[in-house]
């Protein structure tokens, strides 16, 4: 089982709408709710993987399918904006019910629009998020082009919205102009994060200017550089959940980057539930995640724990060679290390101690840069030997464990 849950509610009309819960290693900080973009649904990549970096950050977070969309039932060609942020509190009220209410909204594209709206009826939230969210109804009517004319002769019209055919009907941009606007923005009273691509040519950053403008402080502008509307790259969801979470702690009751009472001088604390794999791991004031692939049962939201033990030593291999090749006044450039672990038959291991079984190998390649002499290359593949961490496992190592009662 991984930390990605099916999380079923009630819309504001009684259909069934279907989502995905991501939940941290260890009881959530805070939890948020994603809304997708007007062409997507849940299942979009900025939508699961923005959603699993938070979680891995300690933000448990919802995303969902709109009414008609994905896994949700009813009909999108009958829904309107209203309905999309309705859909937002009722997912803030399923949330509240079973867990706890939302503290952040994040929204993509119209789903940008539809948290701002809802914003005002969910007491709880005290941060708001969009991405590549457009500002009022024109702005939106600009996606529908020449079809605009159609549907207000027909009252709708079939458009291609990124390569998808959508049923548009007037009721839907009628309803737009009602709730999608700048009087609803000025009035937020919420803290405002607002991502937005220069190079987005869905919805144009202009938008983001205009946003910014009308909005109140506390505000803030993050320009995403290179991204495209639907944040395709994989760095670039990563990037929007680091800055996110970073910003939110300013608004969070909690910090997840506090050091534990608990922690040992120079040690680190691992915490996880038993329902999946992923561990938190806290050094010191740093945070990051452990886990298993996909393959094993995990959500692969992190290095596993030997890729960690092959990172320990590696790195102490490399600033090994620095310090030493720094105090020797030597031109080393730079250091990479490429390791790999095995456990193979004692048998095949030519200088094994270890007569039969298996026994673990880790293979390690150095790779030197700079003008170095073969002589300090050879002294440099040497020291490699002697780094703390490539000594330690090479040591007798004694694991003391002990159990601690109960609170």
């Known amino acids: 089982m991984t930390e990605i849950e099916r999380f079923e509610f009630a819309g504001s009309e009684g259909q069934t709408l279907?989502?995905?819960?991501?939940?941290?290693?260890?009881?959530?900080i805070a939890y948020a709710i994603f809304a997708h973009c007007f062409t997507c649904s849940k299942e979009s990549k900025a939508a699961a993987?923005?959603?699993?970096?938070?979680?891995?950050?300690?933000?448990?977070?919802?995303r969902f399918d709109f009414?008609?969309?994905?896994?949700?039932?009813?009909?999108?060609?009958?829904?309107?904006?209203?309905?999309?942020v309705e859909d937002v509190v009722a997912a803030a009220n399923a949330l509240r019910e079973r867990h706890h209410a939302p503290s952040l909204l994040v929204g993509h594209?119209?789903?940008?629009?539809?948290?701002?709206?809802?914003?005002?009826?969910?007491?709880?939230?005290?941060?708001?998020?969009?991405?590549?969210?457009?500002?009022?109804?024109?702005?939106?009517?600009?996606?529908?082009?020449?079809?605009?004319?159609?549907?207000e002769e027909h009252g709708e019209a079939e458009v291609d919205l990124g390569g998808r055919p959508f049923t548009i009907r007037k009721a839907f941009l009628d309803d737009l102009e009602a709730h999608c606007n700048k009087e609803k923005i000025r009035s937020l009273e919420r803290a405002l994060l607002i991502f937005h691509s220069p190079q987005d040519n869905i919805v144009?950053?202009?938008?983001?200017?205009?946003i910014y403008e009308v909005a109140r402080h506390p505000k803030s502008f993050i320009s995403l550089d290179g991204a495209d509307h639907l944040l395709g790259r994989r760095a670039d969801a990563a990037y929007v959940a680091t800055v996110?979470?970073?910003?939110?702690s300013r608004y969070l009751p909690e910090d997840i980057e506090e050091v534990p009472e608990d922690a040992p001088e120079g040690g680190v604390v691992v915490e996880g539930k038993a329902t999946g794999y992923l561990q938190r791991i806290r050094a010191?004031?740093?945070v990051f995640p452990a886990d298993e692939p996909v393959t094993v049962g995990g959500s692969d939201l992190g290095p596993t724990p030997y890729e960690l033990l092959l990172a320990g030593l590696g790195a102490c291999t490399s600033i090994t060679l620095r310090m030493y090749a720094r105090r020797k006044e030597w031109p080393l450039e730079g250091v990479r290390v490429k390791l790999r672990h095995n456990r193979v038959h004692a048998k095949d291991v030519e200088d094994s101690e270890t007569e039969s079984g298996m026994v673990d190998v880790i293979d390690k390649e150095l790779e030197l840069e700079g003008d170095l002499t073969q002589e300090q290359r050879e002294r440099l593949f040497e020291m490699a030997a002697r780094c703390p961490v490539h000594r330690t496992l090479l040591n007798e190592i004694k694991i003391r464990s002990e159990l601690l009662p109960e609170d």
């Open 204 to 210: 144009d950053v202009d938008n983001a200017r205009l």
């Open 67 to 84: 009414t008609g969309l994905g896994e949700s039932e009813g009909d999108v060609s009958g829904t309107t904006f209203s309905h999309n």
């Open 109 to 151: 594209s119209l789903g940008g629009s539809a948290v701002l709206a809802a914003a005002s009826q969910i007491p709880e939230v005290v941060g708001v998020a969009t991405i590549g969210a457009p500002v009022e109804p024109q702005h939106v009517a600009r996606l529908f082009g020449t079809s605009i004319e159609e549907i």
């Open 18 to 28: 279907a989502g995905r819960f991501h939940l941290p290693a260890i009881d959530p």
């Open 284 to 286: 010191r004031g740093h």
């Open 49 to 62: 993987r923005i959603s699993a970096a938070l979680a891995a950050q300690g933000i448990a977070t919802l």
């Open 244 to 248: 996110l979470r970073a910003w939110a």
